[in-house]
DNA sequence: CTTCTGGTTACTGTAGACAACATGTATTAT
DNA sequence: ATAATACATGTTGTCTACAGTAACCAGAAG
């Protein structure tokens, strides 16, 4: 579908994707095609086919008549995205150290040298989409295309959650962050030699250190602050 | 987005599912954007638009310059099939048992009583529709966006392949279609109750009927017919 | 002051016409 | 005779203009 990069709608996928991963464009809010198609400079008609996929992909939601709403995140789906995600991953990382290229395996450490990098940074998109696009080419080495839908669904959520949670200021959680690219850079050695079980084990281990890590933010530790002293953290606030 | 169900636009949309479904439109071919605009008495922008969201759910594939193609069959698909479906088939049915509304039970059992009427009729498109329908309504009921993908993915092949193998002449085969259809009753009875185990074994195990029927047909017993006798069967045999 | 109704506005949905690309064929040169 | 190239044709990709619909606001009646 997107063999040539350089088309203007192309960029405009790949841009509105990468929007709606880093909040840029925040869960909820309605896009009006007029402004989209003047920003990436095309007219409303392919616009509106870039939303459509964007739709099927999970990106947005579609309304009639009242236009395309940045897929919404409620309650239900922090409950919905733990229940699915430890089966999905696993599944997904066992069929890729199962199946795997070489050629595969090169691009996977070339985004792992990359998410490394931009952990460094500090960049808290650059890292979010360093992440997902690792996991992305994990599903593509999974090279099952009746789970991908499921697992490209999953990374959206988990990107954007990733995203209003991570910070990289908070330096108690850098051996978190340390600990997580150091399992990335196990799922290389694990598919590398095709180990499926430990491939599979070590996805939901790295699952349960993701959850861990929303579950603290989701439930903070704000109770052990002794009363009367000035409040001067409000770091997980919202965005806009 | 299709709540106005008298719009052209989703008539094509559910008409152009329905036949990559029942095989009308048969797993490969290309289709001609102004033939099908000129069809269904829509211009070609809307009709390209209905062609991207089939690209997003799986029925059809969209090449640069080249049109759409209805979602191929290869060697690959039956085995990644065979992969995903009782994972994901029996996760949705345990969800679907846990969350199901009364409202949504009703729907269910009215699906379930077209597909015993289509059964009767023989008519192998409105039985493959109707199996179809009552899975996707499951689906539904297990309520988490993140598992539906693939879901939806599973049936639209797991209803190509059921609609090429099943032969309502095949007498043979009427204990196990009677079977399946007793079964979707047992699903109406441990969604209604409630009961989450049981209901997934149970998904287990009409995929495991459902399995043995196409292996049955992918390995055809022809052994037994002695040498020297007129072939006169050649039913699952190829397109176009 | 509240509520219903009419108009206004701004957006989405669609159509028709044009441009770009790919394919197949015929012609020419080797 | 064969292969390569140029052309003709048909399809996809895109743009501009128009039609339809829903939300918003103002004004009048109760």
């Known amino acids: 579908m997107d063999i040539d990069p350089r088309s203007k709608k192309t960029l405009c996928l790949e841009d509105l994707r990468r929007r709606v991963l880093t909040q840029a464009l925040e869960p909820g809010v309605y896009m009006d095609e007029t402004e989209l198609s003047e920003i990436?400079?095309?007219s409303r008609p392919p616009l509106r086919e870039v939303l459509r996929q964007l739709?099927?992909?999970?990106?947005?939601?579609?309304?009639?008549n009242r236009g395309a709403q940045v897929a919404p995140m409620t309650h239900k789906t922090l409950r919905n995205f733990f229940v699915a995600a430890p089966m999905i991953y696993a599944a997904t990382t066992r069929l890729a150290a199962e199946h795997a290229t070489a050629a595969q395996i090169v691009r996977l450490k070339e985004c792992q040298w990359a998410f490394r990098q931009a952990i460094k940074s500090g960049d808290a998109a650059e890292r979010a989409l360093g992440n997902e696009r690792f996991h992305s080419l994990i599903?593509?080495?999974a090279d099952n295309e009746y789970l991908t839908p499921s697992l490209r669904r999953l990374l959206i959520d988990h990107t954007r959650i990733g995203m209003t949670f991570y910070n990289?200021?908070?330096?108690?959680?850098?051996?978190?962050r340390e600990l997580a690219a150091d399992q990335h850079d196990q799922f290389i050695a694990?598919?590398?030699?095709?180990?499926?079980?430990?491939?599979a084990d070590l996805a939901v281990a790295h699952w349960e250190l993701s959850r861990a890590q929303i579950e603290s933010?989701?439930?903070?530790?704000?109770i052990t602050i002794?009363?009367?002293?000035?409040p001067?953290?409000?770091?997980?606030?919202g965005a806009s």
Chains 1, 2 share one sequence.
């Not at 933010?217 to 704000?222: A, I, K, L």
């Not at 002794?226 to 000035?230: D, I, K, M, Q, V």
């Open 40 to 42: 990436y400079g095309i």
């Open 55 to 64: 739709a099927g992909e999970g990106y947005v939601v579609l309304h009639e």
């Open 139 to 141: 599903g593509e080495m």
């Open 168 to 176: 990289p200021r908070k330096l108690a959680l850098a051996p978190q």
């Open 190 to 199: 694990l598919i590398e030699t095709g180990d499926a079980d430990a491939a």
């Open 217 to 222: 933010f989701v439930t903070p530790d704000s």
């Open 226 to 230: 002794p009363l009367g002293r000035a």
């Open 232 to 237: 001067g953290q409000a770091e997980t606030g």
